[in-house]
């Protein structure tokens, strides 16, 4: 039947048969394709060649396949399996951001020696810190590095633990000084022996983010943080409660503190004395009393001149009191106020004692609280240039002072200037009337060029003059 459909067919429409179930096995095959292939996602994305690598270590060895994305970044797996790929990766001890943690002695080797040990723990710790660190949304990589002392027996004083971090920052991204101080304080607590003074930090420029403090007293930096905390706490008081009094917006307040950075520990011993009754003194407490008596007499008779000796032991207490003062107490305060507006010294005497004591000024400690309005603030420039003119006056000399009462006295009168005037007016025309005139004189004539017709006019003047002059005759015109 097929071979009769096919006889049966034009030439065209044998072509046009074959064309068609060709189109339409093409289709097919194309449609089976993308039924049956493989949908990729994101397993691990933004990772470093560090960890791209060991990443797919370990997928070849698992034997499943992936690809790699966003120029061997990201590594992509088949989409119905990523969670479970991604909780088979985590299983396996993979030294991700080139730092191992504790995971590096789940396979330990009884045949390795002590120093190996300490350097495995040490390459642990570190891993681990690094891992912690890399937990904070802004920071992009970090290395640490520990440094411990070496231990010896014979060794009295011993070197302290130090730590150094770097970090890498995501662009665009800083650190506040509080999670630098964080970081510092986390690499201390986990690190025996390191405080976090001994904790160095530095970015990806070699910056340090940390500043070295001197022993016993604050850093700089925790000074500086400490004076711009307590002063900015300062104004705020002081501006809320100023904006109660004058109203709001109409007073600013600007606060000096001058801290006491000195960290100050005094011990003091005292002997106490048990609790003695009315009117007698204080005594220890007996511990011990003995007692001896050397009889001198004969046949077991006391004599008169036998001698007594009595030990008797006292304990008294012990005191002992230790009293540290940390940094950072105020030894000076500085306010100043400007207020908006005209106030009469009684109420800047009463806003000054108010102020003073929002802020916890003391008279005592020597601190100094001033208040001032703005009329009173922008009145002291002019004030000062007023005191100084009598001054300048007296200064001119003697003989410019007729001249300048002179000119004043003319300058009162409204006709005094009319004379000066008019002259001025006269002097400028004849000024103006010369200039013209010898303008006039000094020009040149400017003589007009003859046309054509003008030309031709005066040759015929010329030639009829010549021939009318008879003193000239033809021999002279013609040896003219």
């Known amino acids: ?46 990772l470093s060649s560090r960890d791209a690598a060991a990443m797919t270590e370990e997928l070849d060895r698992m034997k499943l396949p992936y690809r790699l994305g966003a120029d061997g970044t990201s590594i992509l797996v088949d989409k119905a399996a990523v969670p479970s790929t991604r909780l088979k990766l985590m299983s396996h001890d993979i030294p991700l951001h080139g730092a191992v943690g504790f995971e590096l002695f789940n396979n330990s080797d009884f045949g390795m020696t002590e120093f190996a040990q300490k350097i495995n723990y040490q390459r642990a710790l570190q891993g681990e810190l690094t891992r912690t660190i890399l937990s904070v949304q802004e920071i992009e990589s970090a290395r640490v590095h520990i440094a411990f002392p070496e231990d010896g027996l014979f060794k009295h004083d011993q070197a302290k633990a130090k730590a150094s971090v770097t970090l890498a920052l995501k662009p665009g991204e800083t650190l506040r000084p509080e999670q630098v101080a964080g970081i510092q304080r986390l690499v201390a607590a986990s690190v025996t022996g390191i405080a976090a003074d001994d904790v160095t930090i530095v970015n990806e420029h070699g910056v340090a983010l940390t500043r070295a403090s001197p022993e016993g007293a604050a850093g700089g930096g925790v000074a ?49 004395h048990p609790a003695a009754s009315a009117g007698e003194q204080p005594a220890g407490v007996v511990v011990r009393q003995r007692e001896t008596t050397k009889d001198d007499g004969v046949g077991g008779q006391r004599d008169a001149g036998s001698n007594t000796q009595r030990d008797t032991e006292y304990q008294v207490g012990r005191r002992v009191e230790q009293v540290v003062s940390q940094p950072g107490s105020i030894q000076r305060l500085q306010v100043v106020a400007v207020v908006q507006g005209g106030m009469t010294p009684a109420q800047q005497d009463q806003v000054r004692a108010v102020l003073g004591a929002a802020v916890g000024a003391s008279t005592e400690r020597g601190d100094l609280v001033v208040v001032q309005t703005v009329d009173a603030v922008a009145a002291g420039p002019a004030k000062d240039r007023a005191s100084l003119q009598p001054e300048v006056s007296n200064s001119t000399p003697p003989a410019r002072a007729p001249a300048a009462d002179a000119s004043s006295a003319a300058g009162s009168h409204p006709f005094a200037f009319l004379p000066v005037l008019v002259a001025l007016a006269v002097l400028l025309l004849a000024v103006m009337l010369a200039r013209r005139a010898g303008r006039r004189t000094s020009a040149p004539r400017r003589v007009e060029p003859m046309t054509d017709v003008q030309r031709e006019a005066a040759l015929q003047r010329l030639r009829h003059w010549l021939a009318a002059d008879p003193v000239a005759g033809p021999g002279a015109r013609d040896g003219a």
């Open 224 to 272: 500086m943080d400490l004076k711009h905390d307590l002063e900015q706490a300062l104004v705020r008081k002081a501006t809320l409660m100023l904006d109660k009094a004058v109203g709001p917006g109409r007073a600013v307040v600007s606060v000096d503190a001058t801290l006491n950075m000195d960290q100050v520990r005094v011990t003091k011993e005292d002997v106490t």
């Open 1 to 46: 039947m097929f071979k009769e459909f096919w006889d049966g067919l034009a030439p065209s429409g044998r072509r046009g048969l074959v064309a068609g179930v060709a189109v339409i096995l093409a289709l097919t095959a194309a449609f089976a394709l993308w039924a049956m292939r493989t949908d990729y996602d994101v397993l691990f994305g933004n």
